[in-house]
């Protein structure tokens, strides 16, 4: 496995991570931000200050370049966490991916899919500074679609209704997976990492035995059957609402746990999964630490599937290991060529969503939400935006001297 960090330090022209810098220098000099009270909370403002000149030719230049085009986003499944909004406005990382809670707006009986309260979640977020971008974990799609059961037809109507919704609040992208009963699962989420930072990790040895679930033996057959019904009904509605439906990975991509099959596990079922219903509204969230887990060179994999145009959303992530036994570690370590993922995007001409994923937890830092760490997120946003500057800068000094 190649060194990330050596390989990043030999092929980029500059590193823009220090952009974060000032708040950690801050944090550990003792300094403290509060969060704005709900009544005194500002908007989101402009950049520009009156004090200075407009920006130059050459200045404009690099806002146009600035984070390669795409959408730089952060990840609020604890709500609005004011501490990490704060942090993300003040890195100018104001994109928003999080799911429809009433409850996080007070409404308690109302149901997620309708457009008063897709609407006023949306409002809520407008009124933080950010703006949503992408749904991840929608209402309306759980156990009865993914497993046959009875109520799915209900079950995809309404997510039928939630697209047709979100995209009347003006947002387009739905981030969702194909895992029943058990999702996303680690075996130990507080490994000792780098420097004594808390990452996730899992062992496939630690649960290959565990008994079976109240729903027994689900085969891969079953889930290809139900994965085609729900395409086949919910794409053409996508199609129509202009949605963008991001199948995420399996995680982990073990063939089975508790008797649960996987099916979303290798390149060629992605492939598989797109061949159910060609559309440029069914695609994937590339999540790169799953797909790396699953043997795949991350860069030709970006460039393949986005010959396709069918990546909708990215999480930015390094891993180490085997879908059998692997853990999570920092951006700048492990075994996927960040640089040359970061390459491979820009390259395809991706503009979308794009976030940081599983970040370790750092010193000082609460592991209540393993791989969401607010220190952790700081350094990855910075080392992510430092990637995209070094690939559309090269890119443009090839072009200059051409």
């Given at each position: 496995m190649r060194d990330?960090?050596?390989?990043?330090?030999?092929?980029?022209?500059?590193?823009?991570?220090?952009?974060?810098?000032?708040?950690l220098v801050a944090r550990a000099a003792g300094l403290a931000?509060?969060?704005?009270?709900?009544?005194?909370?500002?908007?989101?403002?402009?950049?520009?200050?009156?004090?200075?000149?407009?920006?130059?030719?050459?200045?404009?230049?690099?806002?146009?370049?600035?984070d390669a085009g795409m959408q730089m986003s952060e990840a609020y499944f604890d709500g609005f966490n004011q501490h990490k909004i704060a942090?993300?406005?003040?890195?100018?990382?104001?994109?928003?991916?999080?799911?429809?809670?009433?409850?996080?707006i007070g409404l308690n009986d109302a149901k997620p899919w309708d457009l008063p309260v897709i609407q006023a979640v949306k409002n809520a977020w407008d009124n933080e500074g950010l703006t949503?971008?992408?749904i991840e974990g929608p209402p309306a799609l759980g156990e009865k679609t993914k497993l046959g059961l009875e109520g799915r037809d209900e079950e995809i109507s309404n997510f039928i209704t939630f697209m047709h919704n979100i995209s009347k609040a003006g947002i387009d992208t739905i981030c969702y997976n194909w895992m029943p009963v058990i999702g996303w699962y680690r075996t130990d989420n507080q490994k000792r990492g780098r420097g004594g930072a808390l990452v996730t990790a899992f062992d496939n040895d630690a649960i290959k035995d565990a008994p079976p679930t109240q729903y027994g033996q689900v085969s891969k057959e079953q889930l290809w059957k139900t994965l085609e019904y729900?395409?086949?009904?919910?794409?053409?509605?996508?199609?129509?609402?202009?949605?963008?439906?991001a199948m995420h990975p399996d995680d982990p991509q073990v063939d089975q746990i508790r008797g649960i099959s996987r099916i979303m596990t290798t390149v060629d079922n992605f492939k598989r999964m797109l061949d159910l219903y060609p559309s440029p509204n069914n695609g994937i969230t590339m999540c790169q630490g799953n797909f790396s887990l699953m043997g795949a060179d991350i860069p030709a994999?970006?460039?393949d599937l986005g010959a396709r145009k069918?990546?909708?959303?990215?999480?930015?992530?390094?891993?180490?290991g085997g879908k059998f036994k692997f853990e999570e570690c920092f951006h700048d370590e492990g075994q996927i060529d960040m640089y040359e993922a970061m390459k491979a995007y820009y390259d395809i001409g991706f503009k979308g969503p794009i976030r940081p994923d599983h970040v370790p937890t750092?010193?000082?830092?609460?592991?209540?939400?393993?791989?969401?760490?607010?220190?952790?997120?700081?350094?990855?946003?910075?080392?992510?935006?430092?990637?995209?500057?070094?690939v559309s800068k090269a890119a443009a000094h090839q072009q200059n001297n051409r």
């Open positions: 990330s960090r050596r390989s990043f330090i030999k092929k980029s022209t500059t590193l823009a991570s220090a952009l974060t810098a000032g708040g931000f509060p969060p704005a009270s709900p009544l005194s909370r500002p908007r989101a403002q402009s950049s520009q200050n009156a004090n200075f000149p407009a920006p130059s030719a050459a200045a404009k230049t690099r806002d146009f370049v600035r942090l993300c406005k003040q890195m100018d990382v104001l994109g928003a991916v999080a799911g429809i809670n009433p409850k996080m949503l971008r992408v729900f395409l086949k009904a919910v794409v053409p509605e996508a199609e129509k609402a202009g949605v963008k439906l994999t970006v460039r069918v990546i909708h959303f990215v999480h930015f992530r390094n891993v180490r750092m010193a000082e830092d609460s592991n209540t939400f393993p791989g969401y760490s607010t220190i952790g997120v700081l350094y990855a946003n910075g080392y992510i935006r430092g990637l995209m500057e070094s």
